[in-house]
Structures are given as structure tokens and as C-alpha cells.
């Protein structure tokens, strides 16, 4: 499809892949846009969540300006951002590089 809306999500990976950006790509492509990912935690979970760790900011800032030399997202899904640094690099990315359509996910409590 060569025009699909590019959609940016943020969010863990799971090993389950049940959650986080793999089921956010899923859904995207299966609605059509193009998805591009920033991944902000690995999820270590079985039936249970064993271990969550978060990325580090500079790896996150990273990951978000190679996904915009791809495309420039129509949207932002946010979904588990790990700390309050986290989330001050978002709203300084999403200011930086003007962005809006932001969406926020509802998360449950992980721990």
C-alpha cells in the first residue's frame, strides 16, 4: 500500500508478544497505516510478568528519530512509558519535532 498513514507507538516488548508494540504493529498494518515502533521496556512474562526493564532515554531518542527518517507519523500511541524520565523525553520529542495525535493507552499495573 503506498500511501498508509505512518503510525508511531511506543510501547514494551513482550515475550508472549501478546502486548506492546508487536500487537500494536499487528493492528495497525491490519487497519492499514504504516506502523513504526519505539520500543521502551522488555517484558520478561509467562502467565505472570517476571521481569520489567526499562530502555535508557538516549536509546529511546534514538530509536524515535531513526523511526522518523521512515516516515513522519500522522499519529503517536503511547503506551508503557517505565519512569517520569521516560516520559519528560517524550514531551521534549513530541515538542522538538511538533507532533500531535497523540493517543495515550490504557494500562493495567504491571507490579
Do not use: N
Request: glycine letters at 4%; hydrophobic letters at 50%; a negative charge.
Amino acid at each position: 500500500m503506498p500511501d498508509r498513514p505512518a503510525v508511531l507507538t511506543l510501547h514494551a516488548v513482550d515475550t508472549a508478544a501478546e502486548e506492546g508494540v508487536v500487537v500494536d504493529a499487528a493492528v495497525l498494518a491490519e487497519l492499514g497505516c504504516r506502523p513504526l515502533q519505539v520500543v521502551t521496556a522488555v517484558l520478561a512474562a509467562g502467565h505472570t510478568p517476571h521481569a520489567l526493564e526499562e530502555l535508557s532515554p538516549s536509546l529511546l531518542a534514538q530509536q524515535f528519530e531513526a523511526a522518523l527518517e521512515i516516515a513522519r507519523p500522522r499519529a503517536v500511541r503511547v503506551g508503557l512509558l517505565r519512569s517520569p524520565a521516560q516520559v519528560r523525553l517524550l514531551a521534549e520529542l513530541l515538542r522538538t519535532y511538533h507532533l500531535d495525535g497523540l493517543v495515550l493507552a490504557p494500562m493495567r499495573r504491571l507490579h
